[in-house]
C-alpha cells in the first residue's frame, strides 16, 4: 500500500502500472484504480477495473470514467448476487 500511494504521490504511473500488471495484487486493485483516475489516466485504470471484486466499486469507476453502460452492467452484476 505505501509503495502504491508513493508512485501515485510521485506521479510515477509508467511503474506503477508495471507494478500492477506484472504481480497480482495482495492488497486488491482498488488503491491502483484510484490512483490511475486521480492523475486523470482513465486507459490505465479501465483494465484493473474488472479485477475489483466489488461491483459496487466498479460501476463507481466505470462512471467516473464516463462508461455508464458498463456501470450499469456492474449494477446489475451487484444485484444477481444479492
Same mark, same amino acid.
Given at each position: 500500500?505505501?509503495?502504491?500511494? %508513493?508512485?501515485?504521490?510521485?506521479?510515477? /504511473?509508467?511503474?506503477?502500472?508495471?507494478?500492477?500488471?506484472?504481480?497480482?495484487?495482495?492488497?486488491?486493485?482498488? /488503491?491502483?484504480?484510484?490512483?490511475?483516475?486521480?492523475?486523470?489516466?482513465?486507459?490505465? %485504470?479501465?483494465?484493473?477495473?474488472?479485477?475489483?471484486?466489488?461491483?459496487?466499486? &466498479?460501476?463507481?469507476?466505470?462512471? &467516473?470514467?464516463?462508461?455508464?453502460?458498463?456501470?450499469? %452492467?456492474?449494477?446489475? &452484476?451487484? &444485484?444477481?448476487?444479492?
Amino acid at each position: 500500500r505505501i509503495k502504491i500511494r %508513493a508512485l501515485s504521490t510521485s506521479g510515477n /504511473l509508467t511503474e506503477l502500472n508495471m507494478m500492477a500488471t506484472l504481480r497480482s495484487s495482495p492488497v486488491g486493485y482498488e /488503491l491502483f484504480v484510484e490512483a490511475f483516475l486521480r492523475h486523470g489516466r482513465n486507459e490505465l %485504470a479501465k483494465p484493473f477495473v474488472p479485477r475489483v471484486k466489488n461491483p459496487e466499486l &466498479q460501476a463507481v469507476y466505470y462512471t &467516473q470514467m464516463g462508461m455508464e453502460e458498463e456501470a450499469q %452492467a456492474a449494477r446489475a &452484476q451487484r &444485484q444477481e448476487r444479492a
